[in-house]
T-cell receptor, first 111, second 113 residues
Framework: GAGVSQSPRYKVTKRGQDVALRCDPI?????LYWYRQALGQGPEFLTY????????KSGLPNDRFSAERPEGSISTLTIQRTEQRDSAMYRC?????????FGPGTRLTVL | SQELEQSPQSLIVQEGKNLTINCTSS?????LYWYKQKYGEGLIFLMM?????EEKSHEKITAKLDEKKQQSSLHITASQPSHAGIYLC?????????????FGTGTRLTIIP
């Protein structure tokens, strides 16, 4: 596609529910990144992939968070047993060389 | 880990005036990225700087990276309403690129008529 797309754009869920956030990168981009952005802050790194391999997951807050990119294209970030503190904007980016291009983000609200 | 400090945190500028936003790092910057964020949209890539003393321009926006590669500035000439938004600097922590970025907290720019 023309740019990075993310779905859903908005997600409201109840505490304790699982959520899956999807990222569709720019076609042909090798690397895919997940970030989380709290209000008034810059994005914080969560994890990234080269092709289907997860290269770094050091930013995932705890084991409720996981990500996959099974075919080296679309990626899913899953949050299990959501908590109110998980509420944030979740941003995905993809890159082919030096520059990361970001999607519009998914705003997650946990009630 | 690398920390990026942006100043000012917010800026209100009259349309037509010039302005500068700064980004300072606690460590050497191997790659410094400037993005612009508008409400409801993703981060829009503006420019990337890698070499000490490097300067790049796009339309009325100029970004510079100092020789020591620890500070970058973003300068907007003759500001317009379309320049309003949040400007974020991000740094590549690794020396070979294409790695995770660390971001500053952003500078909110408001343009008044």
């Amino acid at each position: 596609g023309a740019g990075v797309s993310q779905s859903p754009r908005y997600k409201v869920t109840k505490r304790g529910q699982d959520v899956a956030l999807r990222c569709d990168p720019i076609s042909g981009h090798v690397s895919l990144y997940w970030y989380r952005q709290a209000l008034g802050q810059g994005p914080e790194f969560l994890t990234y992939f080269n092709y289907e391999a997860q290269q770094d997951k050091s930013g995932l807050p705890n084991d409720r968070f996981s990500a996959e990119r099974p075919e080296g294209s679309i990626s899913t970030l899953t949050i299990q047993r959501t908590e109110q503190r998980d509420s944030a904007m979740y941003r995905c980016a993809s890159s082919s060389r030096d520059t990361q291009y970001f999607g519009p983000g998914t705003r997650l609200t946990v009630l | 880990s690398q920390e990026l400090e942006q100043s000012p945190q917010s800026l209100i500028v009259q349309e037509g005036k010039n302005l500068t936003i700064n980004c300072t790092s606690s460590k050497t910057l191997y790659g410094l990225y400037w993005y612009k964020q508008k409400y409801g949209e993703g981060l829009i890539f503006l420019m990337m700087l890698q070499k000490g003393g490097e300067e790049k321009s796009h339309e009325k926006i100029t970004a510079k990276l100092d020789e020591k590669k620890q500070q970058s500035s973003l300068h907007i000439t003759a500001s317009q309403p379309s320049h309003a938004g949040i400007y974020l600097c991000g740094a590549d922590e690794a020396n070979f690129g294409n790695e995770k970025l660390t971001f500053g907290t952003g500078t909110r720019l408001t343009i008044i008529p």
